[in-house]
């Protein structure tokens, strides 16, 4: 009986010890148990000019801030690590690049691509991520000076038509071959438009030769005519802008 009641007595007073520790952390304030909120700022999206041919401007610096919030509003700087991650396309995952230490930290961005940059937190600071995408403008554009479109009778019922134009880009920046075409619309007739396209290793003259019907280009050569250089296998190359309106030619004799 002795036992019996000495038993129940530490089970009494182990259940008064597990209350009062249960009402003490009730009574701590919320802000003691909960982690302050961090946050990365940079910038979403940066275009890296490396147009000029025989340059590069890689690698790019890159600031990364790493901050803690003090009011809802109000953030300081934060010193830690931050880590950064380039996205693989074909693998579709992140896969580590650098890291560095501190509160703004400049990072050499080796190339374009989606990034991503990551502070792992502390037992008193929450993790945070952000993400930037860098463009890089190869420079790969039309040289409208350099556009010629010709018009030579085959038959009395055909002509060849030629058209020709000048593209350039940075070989440094970009070393395998670029897509150009070229749309046109024959407004004479209800017929569809005509369209080709072809690829280049490196800088130079784009021709295209095709023979066409008298009656589908009178009165005039075409009505409506452009030509693009926008085709790549990145999609981390700036675009190029089109060349609208290639030419107009008068009625072929």
Same mark, same amino acid.
């Given at each position: ?35 302050t ?51 693989d396309?074909?693998d ?28 792992a ?54 070393? =395998?071959?670029? +897509?150009f075409g070229? @749309? ?6 209800? *017929? #569809? !438009?005509?369209?080709? %396209? ?24 075409? =009505?409506?005519? +452009?030509?693009?250089? @926008? ?6 190359? *700036? #675009? !190029?802008?089109?060349? %609208? ?9």
């Open positions: 009986m002795n036992a019996h009641a000495g038993s129940s007595r530490w089970g009494r007073l182990a259940l008064v010890a597990v209350a009062v520790i249960v009402a003490g952390t009730l009574a701590l304030p919320a802000a003691a148990l909960a982690k909120v961090t946050r990365l700022v940079v910038a979403k999206t940066v275009t890296v000019d490396n147009g000029d041919p025989g340059t590069t401007a890689w690698p790019k610096a890159l600031t990364v801030k790493l901050q803690k919030r003090i009011t809802s509003t109000h953030y300081h700087a934060l010193t830690g690590t931050v880590k950064v991650y380039l996205y396309v074909d579709e995952a992140y896969y580590f690049v650098m890291s560095r230490k501190g509160s703004t930290i400049s990072f050499p961005i080796p190339g374009r691509g989606k990034y991503k940059f990551v502070y937190g502390s037992g008193t600071m929450r993790s945070c991520a952000a993400y930037s995408t860098l463009i890089e403008d190869i420079g790969y554009a039309l040289a409208t000076n350099g556009v010629s479109v010709t018009a030579v009778s085959g038959s009395a019922t055909q002509s060849w038509v030629t058209l020709s134009y000048t593209v350039g880009w940075n070989t440094n920046a970009w070393d =395998d071959r670029l +897509w070229s @749309d046109m619309w024959f407004g004479n007739t209800e *017929a #569809e !438009s005509l369209y080709y %396209e072809r690829w280049l290793k490196g800088p130079g003259t784009v021709e295209f030769t095709f023979k066409v019907n008298n009656v589908d280009i009178l009165p005039h050569l075409f =009505d409506d005519a +452009w030509a693009y250089v @926008d085709k790549h296998d990145d999609p981390y190359v *700036a #675009e !190029s802008s089109d060349l %609208e309106n290639v030419y107009d030619m008068p009625a072929i004799d």
